[in-house]
C-alpha cells in the first residue's frame, strides 16, 4: 500500500495586520503634524466684560497695542487699507465684524475705526471681550 503525501500548504500573506499597521501610523503622523503646527496669532489683552459669542464665519480686526491694525491676523495694514478691505467683503459675504482692541491701545484710534465702518455701510460690528469677571 502506497502512501499518499499531502502536500504541503500553500503560503499566504495576510494583509489585515499590516493594514491596521500602516492606519495606526498614518494617525500618529496626523496627529503629531497637528500639534506641531504653530498658531499664529497675536496677543491682545483684550477688555472684561458680559458679551456673547459669535459662532459664525467673521472678519477679525486686530488692534494691538502699537496701534497697528491687522486684518484677519496678517500683516498691520493702514486704517484705510482695513476700512476698504472691510467694506468690500462686508459688502461681497455679508459677514459680520470683529474688533480685536488690546487693553494699551489708544480707545480714540477704535472708536474713529468704529465711526468709519459704521460711514462706509458697514452695520454688524462687535468688539471683543473677555468673559473673565472684571
Request: a positive charge; glycine letters at 4%; charged letters at 25%.
Amino acid at each position: 500500500m502506497k502512501l499518499v503525501k499531502d502536500a504541503p500548504p500553500k503560503s499566504r500573506v495576510e494583509m489585515t495586520p499590516l493594514m491596521d499597521v500602516v492606519f495606526l501610523l498614518l494617525v500618529f503622523f496626523i496627529y503629531a503634524f497637528m500639534t506641531m503646527t504653530v498658531q499664529r496669532g497675536v496677543k491682545v489683552d483684550l477688555p472684561k466684560a458680559d458679551g456673547t459669542i459669535e459662532k459664525a464665519r467673521t472678519i477679525r480686526i486686530v488692534l494691538t497695542e502699537n496701534d497697528e491694525f491687522l486684518l484677519d491676523g496678517r500683516t498691520p495694514m493702514t486704517s484705510k487699507a482695513v476700512i476698504d478691505a472691510v467694506r468690500l467683503r462686508h459688502e461681497t459675504l455679508g459677514l459680520p465684524v470683529v474688533i480685536s482692541v488690546d487693553r494699551q491701545a489708544h480707545a480714540g484710534i477704535a472708536l474713529e475705526l468704529l465711526a468709519r465702518l459704521r460711514a462706509e455701510g458697514v452695520t454688524k460690528i462687535t468688539y471683543q471681550v473677555d468673559k473673565s469677571s472684571p
